[in-house]
């Protein structure tokens, strides 16, 4: 038995009179990806959202390497390792793609007059080589995020969580509105993050892109956990059966 690197335990939460989440409970393994699914409403995005900080919870806890954690704020989340990757993700996209690898964790270093200024060329030379590490191909790192394409953009936002040695990237929809190609790259980016000792959750309303990079699969329903099975025991059909 490997111990989970992530538990969800018993998590509820209610919008007004929106019962959002209703008990759920999810164990995640190290290195794993795992593909959650779900009908619009489901609460995929609410449940994930509680684990990257954006919201809590109102019941349930979670445990970190069997420890309990308090995630108050995306801060929190970050500082435990877990990163997110939204469909717009938040990237500024008037910076350059250095600057925005960097956002809130600017390295320092100390000026003439001994104050500490931000070290562009370290956040220049840093992005590159996190950005060929995950096999993106772009021209220089003082492009602008805006002139990007969406696929590059995803792929600069998993270079940064890469860099920042994430232990859990969550990607919620990160292929919607990419051509062809660019997703096949998204899909090819949540593949080889397995490699790289990093735990994924991939959330998609397109099976066959779950059935392509994911371990396994976890379909929600109406708050609830419907199904959760290994992709070599289940089939795209048995998981369109009880959404
Ligand atoms: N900020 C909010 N305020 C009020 N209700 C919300 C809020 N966010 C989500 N909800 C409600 O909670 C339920 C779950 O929503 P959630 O966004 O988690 O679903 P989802 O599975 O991510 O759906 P989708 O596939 O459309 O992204 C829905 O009924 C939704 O209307
Ligand atoms: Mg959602």
Known sequence: MIAPIISIRNMHKWYSGVHALRGVS??????EALGLIGDNGA??????????????????????????????NPRDAMDLGIE???QYNSMVPTMSIARNMFIGREPLKVSLFGIGIMDQQKMRDDSVKAIA???????????????????????????????????????????????????????GFVQSLKNQNVTSIFISHNM?????????VVAMARGKIVLDKRIEDTSIEEVHEVL
């Open 26 to 31: 999810l164990d995640i393994n190290p290195n």
């Open 43 to 72: 609460g995929k995005s609410t449940l994930i959202n509680i684990l990257s900080g954006a919201q809590t919870a109102d019941e349930g806890e979670i445990e970190i390497d069997g420890a309990l954690v308090n995630i108050r």
């Open 84 to 86: 997110t990757i939204y």
């Open 133 to 187: 590490d995950v096999n993106l191909h772009l021209r220089s790192p003082d492009a602008l995020v805006g002139e990007l394409s969406g696929g590059q953009r995803q792929g600069v936002a998993i270079a940064r969580a890469m860099h920042f040695r994430s232990r859990l990237m969550i990607l919620d929809e990160p292929t919607n509105h990419l051509s062809v190609k660019e997703t096949a790259k998204v899909i």
């Open 208 to 216: 066959h892109h779950v059935f392509e990079c994911c371990d396994r």
